[in-house]
């Protein structure tokens, strides 16, 4: 059984220019930021990628999302975060949770934030025509969505029962602005329970669906919530996000994500991490984000670089684990896979290939969340161990080839296995180094390299695979376990194995 | 020289269309399903079992992008396959009986069995695992085999499909196929929408264009003359020392593989990190100036295009005085020469005026062939130095597999390598007379 | 056998440079043995009950190391990133890194050591394929030409229908049976080409025009730039290993080849002496292998050389680039590739490029050498 290990990513975080004052806007300060890959898509509700996220953010709000630092939901727009309710509506009981928008939360033209707008976005996700596909499956239980009569900022939202996650995917949706896709409100007007019925696939619902799938780089949305707007883009080359006068969010200076210190943001488009280094010693860049831990290291070691640089190790939830395959012949035996943990040595993956900046956890679960269970054992490096571990299971070399083999349903078999990586520079070196220690005690490993499509759709999908490594990026949200689209295949498969054992 | 010219232009299109054949061949053969990036783009993720939401998804893109028409105007295949296979919807089901089907089973009774026994997916009565065992498998036994007897009638009503012989059939499409619509869109002058942000294809390459063609055309600018001046002087004044370093200099530099020496040049003379000395050449990475024009903002970054400008016309230049000077040398001795000379002209008249022309000719086609070369084989060197041209923009849509934006770009190379040698035979057989008329 | 002594003498002639036959003695012995020069199992084991070669330590107690005693892959994990200057925590003088480690620990002088095999290899290969497939062309283009072979009406209807049988049952088979009509397919096509008469046109019969076909894949192949076609082929068509790159590459190649060898072909064909063989009667394959090849097969060699270093050189960049190449394989440019993720080690992405360079610098001069040769310079 493989021990699962968590890495934290080293992001490099410089700041070069001044922003120790809070609260006030400073004039005429630019700032460069380096992304890695163009994210394509900037919407608040259509862009599947974080990195998409990380740009629309400062263009639309949402009404609450997850503090960076104390890990729990924080408001934005609304004034505080809602408990929930059981409550019996039309003899149906019910979850409701009750929000009111900020009094003074306006759109950028003036028009204040209500209710209508979050209705508008949730009709919208729930619409069939509409392209938010991954937004959908968090509103499964979403009954109904209520205006206050006397105060439209106030909303309450039914759901019929408490699912883990109904709150924040109540809540951290972007808002779109009703008055301009939807000035004659008919979207909204849609009852939630009634909204897959044909009658609202006709073209006046279509074409303001349409709209908003077309608008995917915010070209028809001239209204924001936040205080930035996308005043130019270049594809693969950049975004420039421009301030825009005033921002209803500085009446807020204690909430972080209300915040706007520079008049403009430059992203650039970077993809190689040299060329971000080398832009970022002539300083043609401000905030850089390095994937690579060996050249944050090597940057930290420089003096020169130190002086005008500050540097940044945020938590990020990525997790990498290798995947065993047990319904293999091989690997369907118990010890093999004892030995092959035996053989893996996390340690030196965390200290040599990310310079220590990882943790090695139990489990496919981060250490700040509370289920996490601290009393699993780590298995350790161990060769000779493995080596009896693969004695006693009947391994032996009988051809001095330096390869194990043992006798399977009457032929004789080579303890070799071939582990599919995706090529990236962590899991070749891991699997480089993984290759090696293997060696030490008689197992053969090849590697083959693939692209991830590939991978999934010809080894992965069907089971057609020994080991593999690979990674997956959690969130500070409770981790739900039955949901297919924050596990893969292969990792059930590894859950299972855990509890069996 | 009418016929020759108008011979010549007529096999062009030939040529183009087998290529665009080709090419939408290789992309129909590829093992990625386009429709399952497309919705991985959109954030939906596939899994093993379509349900729900995802089903309905993928068959709205897929009927909108056209897929469940044939491929091509015919096809010509063994009796018992379906007419269409894209007909299907479901990708579950197509590609399980595209599998069985392969095997030797009649495809008109294959298809109904499996769109049967994929909507028992689910279904807590069947025994499950055996179902996903024989999808994943695409083996009847699977299912004859199993234990479950609803499994076990289809397994058997499967078997007895199986074909022993199989005759070829010819099947005609006519024009609803996808070549035909890809193609006529073409002609029309729509390469279709990227697929990772929907924006017009023809506007991301004429964009990666602009900054590939100034890279190209100032390679050229340089290296040409720059060549030719070179071979000139070499061949004058064979004896000098300075020419003979040159030379030799020019011999080693022309093996230096492009991407290790900007490796090189990025890493140690971009900045001061070794030595303030060492701090020769501006820096890589493209400055924003985002109210100018595209023209403009090129301009404006001339200064970090020294650098791959001088990567790649090194290179070349290398190349183009060795073979120049050779041809040169090899004019020298033809019988032309000797009768100038013995006319009484000074020597650096009769290289000049009478070798080098001469040595020139074939000199044109390399010209231009280089137009197409620059173009295309400035990939790595894009890579490295974070330009976004023609070049890094195919390597980036072959990774994430963005076939629109490939085609495009292949078509357009394509293109200019033909007209370009087409006007390279034409350069030719105008300037030699012997040609225009064998 | 006489086309060999003819090459043999001709590279005797050529003059190559005493430092030139220095670099092709070294860089085939390395590349050859290159198991025994850098490895970390025993040369040879000294214990009389397992005597062997390359036998790992694990297996023999007392035997002949080899003089770098780390291969390729091997990882030492004390000595992670030290440069060739570096002081370096070692057992003996014989295990010290003379050209530094990379970030995981593997010995850079064993890696260049891998990589010339990789290398030798590939072009070796490569220009083998390129060889064989660009000689069928030209054989069939510039030999038989358009009016070469004459097949008769009669035969050509009756071929025309087996050849599309033989065809589309090899696609739509399996098995043994693909098989058994592959070998048809072959068997039939060996008939046709029996049955017609070369360049003897006869009533009722028609030349297949070979030198059109060919010259219309030639320019198909010409129009599709190199970088792309081998970053459709690798980039898309995934499963690296070796042979992927090599039916690329040398597929890349065989149109030179074929365009040099025809144009000689066609000037050697109309000579005289290949008249009056075939007037004694020589067969056209005998006439083209003693006379034709080895007078045409001079300018080939050039492209032979330039091959081996065009191989070498697109070998190295698709590694530079991550694509198509096995990931645990060490090779020259796998190894630059290290060093653009760790610039501060200079020496990972120095010495590899060194060796890039001389080896394409060797095999283009002597590119060079056999075309001044050839010309009598």
Redesign the interface.
């Given at each position: 059984m493989k021990n699962i290990f968590l890495y934290l990513f080293g992001i490099l975080l410089f700041v070069s220019c001044n922003s120790d004052n809070k609260g006030t806007l400073i004039q005429e300060s630019e700032i460069n930021i380096r992304i890695s890959k163009?994210p394509?898509?900037v919407h608040p509700i259509?862009?599947?990628?974080s990195r998409g996220r990380l740009i629309s953010q400062y263009i639309f709000k949402p009404l609450a999302d997850y503090h960076p630092v104390t890990m729990e939901l924080h408001p934005i727009l609304i004034e505080n975060i809602p408990v929930g309710k059981n409550e019996i509506v039309n003899g149906e009981k019910v979850v409701s949770y009750t929000f009111t928008i900020k009094k003074d939360a306006i759109w950028s033209d003036g028009k204040p934030i209500t209710g209508l707008d979050y209705m508008h976005t949730i009709k919208t996700v729930l619409h069939?025509q509409s392209?938010a596909?991954?937004?959908?499956?968090y509103f499964e239980f979403l009954k109904d969505i209520k205006i206050d009569p006397s105060n439209n900022k106030t909303i309450t939202v039914y759901y019929d029962r408490s699912y883990m996650l109904s709150l924040e995917a109540a809540l951290t949706a972007e808002l779109l602005p009703s008055h301009i896709s939807d000035p004659e409100q008919l979207l909204i007007n849609i009852p939630v329970s009634d909204i897959t019925n044909p009658i609202y696939g006709d073209s006046t619902y279509t074409t303001i669906i349409n709209n908003i799938n077309?608008s995917?780089?915010l070209k028809l949305n001239v209204v924001q919530s936040g205080p930035y707007e996308i005043?130019?883009y270049?594809?693969?080359?950049?975004y420039?996000l421009q301030r825009k006068e005033n921002y209803w969010g500085l009446n807020y200076p204690d909430n972080p994500f209300l915040q706007a210190y520079p008049e403009k943001m430059?992203f650039?488009v970077?993809?190689?991490?040299?060329?971000?280094v080398?832009?970022a010693?002539?300083e043609?860049?401000d905030f850089v984000e390095l994937s690579?831990s060996?050249?944050f290291m090597?940057l930290k070691e420089?003096s020169t670089f130190n002086e005008k640089w500050r540097f940044h190790v945020p938590q990020t939830m990525l997790f990498y684990y290798m995947a065993i395959n047990n319904k293999h012949e091989i690997l369907g035996d118990k010890n093999v896979r004892k030995a092959l943990a035996h053989l893996t040595d996390v340690e030196?993956y965390i200290q040599?290939?990310n310079y220590g900046l990882g943790v090695r956890t139990t489990g496919p679960f981060h250490p700040v969340k509370k289920y996490y269970n601290n009393n699993l054992s780590e298995i350790k490096l161990d060769i000779p161990k493995a080596k009896s571990i693969l004695k006693n299971a009947g391994w032996f070399?009988t051809n001095?080839d330096?390869i194990l083999d043992k006798e399977i349903d009457g032929n004789k078999k080579d303890l070799t296995l071939t582990m599919h990586?995706t090529?990236s520079?962590i899991s070749?070196?891991i699997?480089?180094?993984f290759?090696?220690t293997t060696k030490?005690a008689?197992v053969k490993l090849?590697?083959?390299?693939?692209?991830y499509?590939?991978?999934k759709?010809?080894n992965l999908?069907?089971?057609n695979f020994d080991l593999t490594l690979s990674a997956i990026s959690t969130d500070t949200a409770p981790d739900d376990i039955a949901d297919?689209?924050t596990l893969s295949?292969t990792l059930t498969l590894l859950l299972m194995a855990l509890l069996i054992l | 020289m009418r016929a020759y010219l108008i011979k010549r232009i007529l096999l062009v299109f030939p040529l183009l269309i087998t290529v665009s054949v080709l090419a939408f061949m290789i992309s129909k053969a590829v093992?990625?399903?386009q429709v399952?990036?497309i919705?991985?783009?959109?954030?939906?993720?596939d899994?093993?079992a379509y349900d729900g939401?995802?089903k309905?998804?993928y068959i709205k893109v897929y009927k909108k992008l056209k897929y469940d028409l044939p491929n091509f105007y015919f096809s010509i295949i063994p009796a018992h396959y379906p007419d269409n296979i894209n007909k299907i919807l479901n990708p579950q089901i197509r590609n399980t009986s595209n599998r069985i089907i392969k095997q030797n089973y009649q495809s008109d009774k294959v298809i109904p069995i499996i769109t049967e026994i994929t909507s028992l997916q689910g279904d807590k009565s069947i025994n499950q695992s055996d179902l996903n065992k024989f999808f994943?498998?695409a083996d009847p036994a699977v299912l004859v085999n199993s234990n479950d007897v609803i499994l076990h009638k289809f397994g058997l009503q499967l078997s007895k499909t199986k074909v022993k012989w199989f005759l070829p059939k010819v099947v005609w499409h006519g024009l609803q196929n996808q070549y035909h619509n890809w193609f006529s869109s073409i002609l029309k002058g729509s390469f279709g929408n990227s697929m990772?942000?929907?924006?017009p294809v023809i506007k991301?390459v004429k964009?990666a264009l602009l900054w590939t063609l100034s890279l190209a055309l100032c390679t050229i600018f340089f290296a040409y003359p720059l060549a030719i001046l070179l071979a000139s002087f070499i061949n004058l004044y064979p004896n000098s020392y300075f020419f003979k370093v040159i030379s030799q200099f020019l011999y080693f530099t022309h093996s230096i593989p492009t991407f290790w020496m900007a490796t090189m040049l990025?890493?140690y003379f971009?900045?001061d990190?070794y030595g303030t000395w060492t701090n020769i050449f501006p820096?890589?990475?493209?400055?924003?100036y985002?109210?100018k024009s595209?023209i403009t903002q090129i301009y404006y970054n001339s200064h970090k295009l020294i650098l791959p400008i001088v990567c790649t016309t090194l290179h070349s230049l290398a190349f183009l005085t060795r073979i120049l000077s050779r041809s040169i040398h090899d004019q020298l001795s033809q019988p032309y020469i000797t009768t100038a000379y013995s006319k009484g002209l000074s020597r650096k008249n009769v290289i000049l005026k009478h070798a080098l022309p001469n040595a020139l000719i074939p000199f044109i086609t390399l010209f231009v062939a280089s137009f197409p070369v620059a173009l295309s084989g400035s990939v790595i060197t894009e890579?490295?130095?974070?330009i976004?041209g023609l070049g890094?923009?195919f390597y980036?849509s072959i990774?994430v597999?963005d076939w629109n934006v490939t085609f495009c770009v292949l078509t357009f190379i394509a293109t200019v390598t033909v007209i370009s040698y087409l006007i390279g035979d034409f350069l030719y057989a105008w300037i030699n007379p012997k040609i225009r008329f064998s | 056998m006489k086309s060999l002594g003819n090459i043999s003498g001709f590279i005797k002639r050529m003059g190559l440079s005493r430092w030139q036959i220095t670099f092709i003695t070294a860089f085939l012995f390395i590349g050859i043995f290159h198991n025994f020069l850098a490895n970390e199992d025993l040369i040879v084991c000294y214990e009389k009950s397992?005597i062997?070669i390359l036998?790992?330590l694990?297996?023999c107690n007392s035997g002949l190391p080899a003089p770098i005693p780390y291969s390729a892959?091997?990882?030492d994990?004390f000595n992670?990133n030290v440069g060739p200057f570096d002081k370096q925590e070692i057992a003996s003088i014989h295990h010290r890194h003379w050209l530094g480690t990379g970030?995981?620990g593997?010995d850079i002088l064993a890696g260049l050591i891998h990589g010339s095999w990789v290398a030798l290899y590939i072009g070796f290969y490569t220009v083998l394929f390129s060889l064989l497939i660009g000689i069928f062309f030209a054989f069939i283009s510039g030999y038989i030409g358009d009016h070469g072979l004459y097949i008769s009406k009669g035969n050509i209807l009756l071929s025309i229908p087996l050849l599309f049988i033989t065809v589309f049952y090899t696609l739509y088979t399996e098995g043994l049976i693909r098989w058994s009509f592959l070998l048809l397919l072959c068997v039939s096509l060996f008939l046709i080409v029996k049955s017609g008469r070369l360049f003897i046109p006869r009533k009722e019969s028609y030349a297949i025009p070979f030198d059109l076909i060919v010259q219309r894949l030639l320019e198909i192949m010409q129009t599709i730039p190199d970088i792309f076609f081998l970053l459709i082929m690798l980039g898309v068509f995934?499963?690296?290993n070796w042979f992927n790159i090599i039916f690329a590459i040398s597929f890349l190649r065989w149109p030179s080849v074929t365009r040099y060898l025809r144009a000689e072909i066609l000037k050697v064909k109309e000579e005289n002496f290949i008249l009056s063989a075939r007037s004694i009667g020589q067969s056209e394959w005998k006439i083209f292998t003693n006379y034709v090849l080895p007078l045409s097969l001079s300018p080939v060699l050039v492209s032979c050389a330039f091959a081996f270093a065009y191989a070498i050189l697109v070998e190295s960049a698709l590694s530079f680039l991550?694509i198509g190449v096995?990931?645990?394989q060490v090779t020259w440019g796998s190894l630059i590739n290290l060093a653009?993720?760790?610039?501060?080690s200079w020496w990972i992405a120095f010495f590899p490029g060194i060796l890039i360079y001389v080896t394409v610098l060797f095999f283009n001069s002597l590119g060079d050498k056999i075309d001044d040769s050839i010309r009598g310079l």
């Amino acid at each position: 059984m493989k021990n699962i290990f968590l890495y934290l990513f080293g992001i490099l975080l410089f700041v070069s220019c001044n922003s120790d004052n809070k609260g006030t806007l400073i004039q005429e300060s630019e700032i460069n930021i380096r992304i890695s890959k163009d994210p394509y898509v900037v919407h608040p509700i259509l862009s599947p990628t974080s990195r998409g996220r990380l740009i629309s953010q400062y263009i639309f709000k949402p009404l609450a999302d997850y503090h960076p630092v104390t890990m729990e939901l924080h408001p934005i727009l609304i004034e505080n975060i809602p408990v929930g309710k059981n409550e019996i509506v039309n003899g149906e009981k019910v979850v409701s949770y009750t929000f009111t928008i900020k009094k003074d939360a306006i759109w950028s033209d003036g028009k204040p934030i209500t209710g209508l707008d979050y209705m508008h976005t949730i009709k919208t996700v729930l619409h069939p025509q509409s392209n938010a596909i991954a937004w959908r499956p968090y509103f499964e239980f979403l009954k109904d969505i209520k205006i206050d009569p006397s105060n439209n900022k106030t909303i309450t939202v039914y759901y019929d029962r408490s699912y883990m996650l109904s709150l924040e995917a109540a809540l951290t949706a972007e808002l779109l602005p009703s008055h301009i896709s939807d000035p004659e409100q008919l979207l909204i007007n849609i009852p939630v329970s009634d909204i897959t019925n044909p009658i609202y696939g006709d073209s006046t619902y279509t074409t303001i669906i349409n709209n908003i799938n077309n608008s995917k780089n915010l070209k028809l949305n001239v209204v924001q919530s936040g205080p930035y707007e996308i005043s130019h883009y270049e594809p693969d080359l950049y975004y420039v996000l421009q301030r825009k006068e005033n921002y209803w969010g500085l009446n807020y200076p204690d909430n972080p994500f209300l915040q706007a210190y520079p008049e403009k943001m430059n992203f650039k488009v970077v993809p190689d991490d040299m060329t971000a280094v080398t832009m970022a010693k002539e300083e043609s860049l401000d905030f850089v984000e390095l994937s690579e831990s060996n050249v944050f290291m090597d940057l930290k070691e420089d003096s020169t670089f130190n002086e005008k640089w500050r540097f940044h190790v945020p938590q990020t939830m990525l997790f990498y684990y290798m995947a065993i395959n047990n319904k293999h012949e091989i690997l369907g035996d118990k010890n093999v896979r004892k030995a092959l943990a035996h053989l893996t040595d996390v340690e030196d993956y965390i200290q040599n290939i990310n310079y220590g900046l990882g943790v090695r956890t139990t489990g496919p679960f981060h250490p700040v969340k509370k289920y996490y269970n601290n009393n699993l054992s780590e298995i350790k490096l161990d060769i000779p161990k493995a080596k009896s571990i693969l004695k006693n299971a009947g391994w032996f070399d009988t051809n001095n080839d330096g390869i194990l083999d043992k006798e399977i349903d009457g032929n004789k078999k080579d303890l070799t296995l071939t582990m599919h990586i995706t090529g990236s520079t962590i899991s070749k070196s891991i699997a480089i180094l993984f290759q090696e220690t293997t060696k030490q005690a008689g197992v053969k490993l090849n590697i083959v390299t693939k692209s991830y499509k590939v991978m999934k759709k010809e080894n992965l999908s069907n089971f057609n695979f020994d080991l593999t490594l690979s990674a997956i990026s959690t969130d500070t949200a409770p981790d739900d376990i039955a949901d297919k689209e924050t596990l893969s295949v292969t990792l059930t498969l590894l859950l299972m194995a855990l509890l069996i054992l | 020289m009418r016929a020759y010219l108008i011979k010549r232009i007529l096999l062009v299109f030939p040529l183009l269309i087998t290529v665009s054949v080709l090419a939408f061949m290789i992309s129909k053969a590829v093992p990625q399903d386009q429709v399952e990036s497309i919705l991985e783009l959109r954030g939906l993720d596939d899994s093993t079992a379509y349900d729900g939401n995802e089903k309905e998804e993928y068959i709205k893109v897929y009927k909108k992008l056209k897929y469940d028409l044939p491929n091509f105007y015919f096809s010509i295949i063994p009796a018992h396959y379906p007419d269409n296979i894209n007909k299907i919807l479901n990708p579950q089901i197509r590609n399980t009986s595209n599998r069985i089907i392969k095997q030797n089973y009649q495809s008109d009774k294959v298809i109904p069995i499996i769109t049967e026994i994929t909507s028992l997916q689910g279904d807590k009565s069947i025994n499950q695992s055996d179902l996903n065992k024989f999808f994943r498998s695409a083996d009847p036994a699977v299912l004859v085999n199993s234990n479950d007897v609803i499994l076990h009638k289809f397994g058997l009503q499967l078997s007895k499909t199986k074909v022993k012989w199989f005759l070829p059939k010819v099947v005609w499409h006519g024009l609803q196929n996808q070549y035909h619509n890809w193609f006529s869109s073409i002609l029309k002058g729509s390469f279709g929408n990227s697929m990772v942000d929907g924006s017009p294809v023809i506007k991301r390459v004429k964009q990666a264009l602009l900054w590939t063609l100034s890279l190209a055309l100032c390679t050229i600018f340089f290296a040409y003359p720059l060549a030719i001046l070179l071979a000139s002087f070499i061949n004058l004044y064979p004896n000098s020392y300075f020419f003979k370093v040159i030379s030799q200099f020019l011999y080693f530099t022309h093996s230096i593989p492009t991407f290790w020496m900007a490796t090189m040049l990025v890493m140690y003379f971009t900045t001061d990190d070794y030595g303030t000395w060492t701090n020769i050449f501006p820096s890589v990475g493209i400055n924003i100036y985002p109210d100018k024009s595209l023209i403009t903002q090129i301009y404006y970054n001339s200064h970090k295009l020294i650098l791959p400008i001088v990567c790649t016309t090194l290179h070349s230049l290398a190349f183009l005085t060795r073979i120049l000077s050779r041809s040169i040398h090899d004019q020298l001795s033809q019988p032309y020469i000797t009768t100038a000379y013995s006319k009484g002209l000074s020597r650096k008249n009769v290289i000049l005026k009478h070798a080098l022309p001469n040595a020139l000719i074939p000199f044109i086609t390399l010209f231009v062939a280089s137009f197409p070369v620059a173009l295309s084989g400035s990939v790595i060197t894009e890579v490295i130095f974070n330009i976004p041209g023609l070049g890094r923009l195919f390597y980036n849509s072959i990774t994430v597999a963005d076939w629109n934006v490939t085609f495009c770009v292949l078509t357009f190379i394509a293109t200019v390598t033909v007209i370009s040698y087409l006007i390279g035979d034409f350069l030719y057989a105008w300037i030699n007379p012997k040609i225009r008329f064998s | 056998m006489k086309s060999l002594g003819n090459i043999s003498g001709f590279i005797k002639r050529m003059g190559l440079s005493r430092w030139q036959i220095t670099f092709i003695t070294a860089f085939l012995f390395i590349g050859i043995f290159h198991n025994f020069l850098a490895n970390e199992d025993l040369i040879v084991c000294y214990e009389k009950s397992k005597i062997g070669i390359l036998v790992p330590l694990s297996v023999c107690n007392s035997g002949l190391p080899a003089p770098i005693p780390y291969s390729a892959n091997y990882i030492d994990k004390f000595n992670r990133n030290v440069g060739p200057f570096d002081k370096q925590e070692i057992a003996s003088i014989h295990h010290r890194h003379w050209l530094g480690t990379g970030p995981l620990g593997r010995d850079i002088l064993a890696g260049l050591i891998h990589g010339s095999w990789v290398a030798l290899y590939i072009g070796f290969y490569t220009v083998l394929f390129s060889l064989l497939i660009g000689i069928f062309f030209a054989f069939i283009s510039g030999y038989i030409g358009d009016h070469g072979l004459y097949i008769s009406k009669g035969n050509i209807l009756l071929s025309i229908p087996l050849l599309f049988i033989t065809v589309f049952y090899t696609l739509y088979t399996e098995g043994l049976i693909r098989w058994s009509f592959l070998l048809l397919l072959c068997v039939s096509l060996f008939l046709i080409v029996k049955s017609g008469r070369l360049f003897i046109p006869r009533k009722e019969s028609y030349a297949i025009p070979f030198d059109l076909i060919v010259q219309r894949l030639l320019e198909i192949m010409q129009t599709i730039p190199d970088i792309f076609f081998l970053l459709i082929m690798l980039g898309v068509f995934s499963s690296d290993n070796w042979f992927n790159i090599i039916f690329a590459i040398s597929f890349l190649r065989w149109p030179s080849v074929t365009r040099y060898l025809r144009a000689e072909i066609l000037k050697v064909k109309e000579e005289n002496f290949i008249l009056s063989a075939r007037s004694i009667g020589q067969s056209e394959w005998k006439i083209f292998t003693n006379y034709v090849l080895p007078l045409s097969l001079s300018p080939v060699l050039v492209s032979c050389a330039f091959a081996f270093a065009y191989a070498i050189l697109v070998e190295s960049a698709l590694s530079f680039l991550g694509i198509g190449v096995p990931a645990d394989q060490v090779t020259w440019g796998s190894l630059i590739n290290l060093a653009k993720h760790n610039f501060s080690s200079w020496w990972i992405a120095f010495f590899p490029g060194i060796l890039i360079y001389v080896t394409v610098l060797f095999f283009n001069s002597l590119g060079d050498k056999i075309d001044d040769s050839i010309r009598g310079l």
